[in-house]
């Protein structure tokens, strides 16, 4: 019989995250001034440990103990041979998956979740506030709260929290304390209500919401949270893509092509990383992040500087950008659904190092309900855009003839987000494709924003 | 860093079942005549490869190669030292679980459901009917179905079809047809439309419902199947307990204590049964199965022959039973609301060489959200069952300075019943506890019922 997972003990677990930031230029985030802003100026939103990780360029950064006794509950995760797909698509190509649904909030999420949980509380941090859009961020942050004894506030947009309560009812479980967005409790929702009372919220509103609640607290003990985008945030995710190179080197496999859904970037990044420092050292590979169509960021919008957040709280970063005010068409995979992108993959596409791919929505649920029909596991709406690419590559591997490896991340499981695959059974499901004249008008935004320099770093 | 989880690989699966049928006498199933059963009069339910391990006392049963290859999907289940609830509740005992809520959906159904669906196939079955309450069952179904090609019919529990849609919903991902029963594709379901229109259901009337669209194929391509209870189920699930076997040999530990909730008893026996073999060899372990006190089968009501379905439809079964026409509190365990239990179950109670433990459905929650709290996974409203008494029994080692082992079986995720975690914060779940009045009410039942006899196990 063949082996279909290839497993790690938790002995094999990689001891340090790799840091890109060693290896590559990067153009720096900006202040309200224009300059490169002063990682000080961040201290009343994150714990200093953690903006120190955030500009270090060490390559290696130790995992602590107290993290790997929290990861070891659901890592190291399978790396698992996706035999019945390869079977199903007749393909050549040998497919390898990470499966990053095992872990209890059923995504990705809680590899940095963890560690930001504990560096906040080392740093003497009794509460983390944090958004949440679709619901898995928060989630995963009220599960590694829960973990190491803090408070958790999760300002939810309020539509999803109308839409999607079990979310909700996860943070409940593990001690979290999710309210809708806007609320009374911050005056940046307050003035969104006054604005309109009925208004459903939106990711800018919360975290505003969010970062004021850490800011304003007097005591000084509380911190805002971020689950993507960021540089530390990416490293911590590092650890899949460290795990995976040892799963494959057990069974004398390299791969050929990289796959992973994009929405800020964090579970893409962390399974390719550690393999773009491969590519950077001359190994071939072909690494592609995969967005919806219907926020195509590294497919069609331009590299910029541009605000993280709606309302410009954030410095101004590096990226691909449709612009702070693009509000996304309201796909299921609320995870991809952010107006920018990682700078750091952000530069690496920008230089060809990384090729962005995009699917459309219908063609995402089509590649996923085949493959819960194979793999058995019934995929996150982010990660049906993967899927459709690996089922592309691997037909073209067919049609070429060629035995080719290719890996990607599950990012995470579907089993909240089951409406969302009734849509698509009952026809209703819509694809979005952005207009040549809508990416226009959201190149003009740019027209007096600073330009990233041109940097090489292959 | 102490080692979380126990691992098996692929190659480490067992290869065999373990028939208890083999090592203990049972009294037989009757028909209407009042005698034993003869195995063909099943044929047009079950397929003849089924019935035939139904009745088997081979000892060891081979699993084949192509349920194996089906099992590597999620099998070997990790067994988990439970290190971080050990440390909450300061106990000297060391608290082990399988986790078999890493399944693609969720529970350990799929242990029975995956070689069920196999021995159809080969048997030249097309097409799967089944029932389902809360949708565990008839989930792990069709994911079955899907991997053999076969088609699975599920009748879902009208009240349960409307209010929790997100089950109907996995089991399309599957490619599994879930309609609400009563329907009008039977005429039993018919029947009881007529009699009442807006009837809510019952799992009597889905398993009628079932078993008629099976046995009036005319083709002969469809049978029926069957999630707990039976013989052969409960042999399929002893992988769990033949796992947790080897995996605590690899760290040197036996079980003091072996827990696991029990509705029908399937995933109680799975972990507990390879056990019971070596108990009736004269090691010393106490077993406990867990039932909730809305429905105390082996904890209060009496051993006898009753039938396994409401309707009557099946043979004279010889288990606890509080009367195939009791309609048990709607408590959100789902799983666990059968009016009787498995018959080797009921058996081993009665002999005492199990003993049957009942707690609330208010102290089951409040143990799973401790534990969701410190081991991170949020449990299935059924394991907080066992979890209960885990919790109690831990604290009764500390009490007694006993360093116990614990093992238990950790059922299935609670991810797709988040909305009785909400109705336990919001302070509206309420206990149910049967009067002795409602218990006599049931003894009277039996009053013309033919007796087990009995048999001396031990």
């Not at 950064?61 to 698509?89: F, G, M, N, T």
């Not at 691909?320 to 992108?341: D, E, N, Q, T």
């Not at 990012?411 to 979005?432: P, V």
Request: net charge negative; hydrophobic share 40%; charged share 20%.
């Amino acid at each position: 019989m063949q082996t279909r997972k290839i497993l790690l003990s938790e002995d094999e677990m990689p001891r340090q995250w790799y840091n890109i930031l060693a290896d590559i230029k990067m153009n720096p985030p900006l202040g309200p001034d224009g300059k490169p802003v002063n990682p000080e100026a961040l201290a009343a939103v994150f714990p200093m440990n953690l903006i120190e990780q955030e500009v270090s360029t060490e390559r290696w950064i130790d995992i602590p103990e107290e993290v790997l006794k929290v990861y070891s509950i659901w890592r190291p995760s399978p790396l698992v041979r996706a035999l019945s797909l390869e079977k199903a698509l007749d393909t050549p190509a040998k497919i390898y998956f990470k499966n990053e649904s095992l872990s209890p909030p059923g995504s990705h999420k809680p590899n940095t979740a963890v560690p930001q949980a504990y560096y906040n509380k080392v740093f003497g941090i009794k509460k983390i506030t944090t958004e949440t859009g679709a619901g898995q961020w928060g989630s995963a942050l009220s599960f590694a709260c829960a973990q190491y004894g803090i408070e958790c506030k999760v300002f939810m947009v309020r539509i999803s929290f109308d839409q999607k309560p079990y979310r909700k009812s996860m943070m409940a479980v593990w001690g979290g304390n999710c309210i809708a967005s806007p609320s009374n409790e911050t005056k940046a929702g307050r003035d969104a209500l006054e604005k309109d009372p009925n208004t459903p919220g939106s990711l800018g509103i919360a975290i505003s919401e969010a970062i004021e609640a850490a800011i304003s607290d007097e005591t000084g003990q509380t911190r805002y949270s971020l689950g993507s985008v960021l540089n530390h945030v990416l490293m911590h995710q590092t650890v899949i893509g460290l795990e995976a190179k040892k799963q494959l080197e057990k069974v004398g496999e390299y791969p050929d092509v990289i796959i992973g859904c994009a929405g800020g970037g964090s579970n893409f990044s962390g399974l390719s990383l550690p393999f773009v420092y491969d590519k950077l050292n001359g190994k071939q590979i072909d690494i592609y992040p995969v967005e919806p169509s219907a926020c195509p960021t590294i497919t069609r919008a331009p590299f910029v500087y541009d605000h993280g957040d709606t309302a410009g709280y954030t410095p101004l970063l590096p990226m691909h950008s449709l612009g702070h005010g693009f509000v996304p068409a309201p796909i299921h995979a609320g995870g991809l659904r952010y107006h920018g992108m990682a700078p750091i993959v952000s530069q690496l596409v920008s230089e060809g190092i990384m090729e962005a791919k995009a699917v459309t929505q219908l063609e995402a649920y089509k590649a996923g309900i085949i493959v819960a029909r194979t793999e058995g596991i019934i995929p996150a709406p982010e990660t049906n855009h993967a899927l459709a690419c690996v089922i592309d590559e691997a037909k073209k591997a067919k049609e070429e003839g060629k035995e080719k490896v290719i890996l990607f991340n599950w990012s995470g499981h579907g089993l909240l987000d089951l409406a969302a695959y009734d849509n698509y059974f009952s026809g209703k499901m819509k694809d979005f494709i952005l207009t040549d004249e809508e990416m226009l008008k959201s190149e003009e935004i740019f027209a007096n924003y600073p330009k990233p320099a041109l940097l090489k770093n292959r």
